[in-house]
DNA sequence: GTAAAACTTTACGTTAACGTAAACTTCATG
DNA sequence: CATGAAGTTTACGTTAACGTAAAGTTTTAC
């Protein structure tokens, strides 16, 4: 599984590798602090095709960067969907300017999302405020008769 | 169901009434556009409990009020089990002074919460917004050879 | 008086991204 | 060789607030 000892300690002539070439699912579940479970998953969506040694799937730098990419692509709010669409259409052309103009597209509408989003939510937090400033007088008009 | 074109041109000597007394289901929901469904769910658990005059839910000015309760909940961001809690509390002992401080209890952390939201939101806005200009960087990369 | 509209209950379906459990195989180690 | 760690598949469960459909009864309207 682990072959970070085995270079470290490595007995033949070869070369220490400073980049594993290889991964296995818990290599990079610990790696960015997720479950097997979700690689897996991400594999089911068809975000990712890793190979196989037998039953087992061996992952490569490649799809390390894979996996990143979708963990970023989640941070900004993208679905496994969405993130799924790119890769599609940079299997299918390369990293091509089409792909490019539809990660674009996406970023403009979750921008546009997002921004909509900080306008609620400072609508309801003014609204909270006014509940909560209600609530405090009724409250100290129930307490002063107690002081 | 409607009453109010009977109202309006009542016939009888009583004086026509301004305000309904009674409502049908469908009434309430025309009035604060939701479906019918919404209004059974709310009951199903346990934030209105409406009279039946036979299998038929009859609703009051109290009933009424209470749904506009549970909507403004909705809008703050009270899930209907926090909405039902705060019922529950003024059901058991009137509108307390124990329902007001957990009614500010709430609030706050609803507070918190969205504040929260806020600022995870402006980050990732910033963050789409530096993906952005790679991507678009990108685009001007492999576009700038046919001009 | 009959057809349409409104109402009822029951219960499964939806969304997203996994969690969890069961039951199995494969691998490395002492 | 036994055992424990890591891996595998399959499939159901979770959350919230309803949507939707089916299949029935009751009201209302013309």
Redesign the interface.
Known sequence: MHNTSAEEFETSPERVRRTQDSFSIGDLAKEFDITTRSIRFYEDQGLMMPERRGQTRIYTQKDRVRLKLILRGK???FTLAETKTLFDMYDRDG???NQ??T??RL??D??LA??Q??ED??V??H???A??SG??A??SE??KEYP
Request: hydrophobic letters at 40%.
């Open positions: 941070r900004l709010g990293s091509s300017v490019l103009q990660m674009l970023i403009e979750k921008k997002l921004r989003q900080l939510i400072k309801v937090l609204e909270l405020t509940v909560e609530c405090r009724e409250l129930k307490t």
